[in-house]
């Protein structure tokens, strides 16, 4: 059974940092797509960074809505992928999912690409 556990989450303010941390258990890991993604009540799940595979290795993809704060980092040793976000906002505010397939190849750019899904954490960033 596929099971991804995220962590980091919580309470912050602009312009500060946090680093969310998946970690997965249940499948080998390195043959999986990874990513994570976000939701509010608003709006549907956003991918914002994923890694996928090219025949020249792994990869990053940051979505251009976060690129220059976000990155996406991924450890198969660990198994584990981290979402490290810097200078926060308002916006930001948000439930943060882990996310992950059993297609390895270019990083899939929807919700539906993705057969697991870890419970998600929340993300909370005050003015």
């Known amino acids: 059974q596929v099971r991804l556990t995220e962590s980091g989450g919580g309470s912050v303010q602009t312009g500060d940092s946090l680093r969310l941390s998946c970690v997965a258990s249940?499948?080998?890991?390195?043959?999986?797509?990874v990513a994570w993604f976000r939701q509010t009540s608003r709006e549907g799940r956003q991918l914002l960074a994923g890694?996928?595979?090219?025949?020249?290795?792994?990869?990053?993809y940051v979505d251009n809505s976060v690129k220059g704060r976000f990155t996406i980092s991924r450890d198969n040793a660990k198994r584990s992928v981290d979402l490290q976000m810097n200078s926060l906002e308002p916006a930001d505010t948000a439930v943060y999912f882990c996310?992950?397939?059993?297609?390895?190849?270019?990083?899939?750019?929807?919700?539906?690409?993705?057969?697991?899904w870890g419970r998600g954490t929340q993300v909370t960033v005050s003015p």
């Open positions: 996310a992950a397939r059993s297609t390895r190849g270019e990083v899939g750019l929807y919700a539906e690409n993705y057969q697991y």
């Open positions: 249940g499948y080998n890991f390195r043959y999986y797509g």
């Open positions: 890694v996928g595979w090219r025949s020249s290795g792994d990869y990053e």
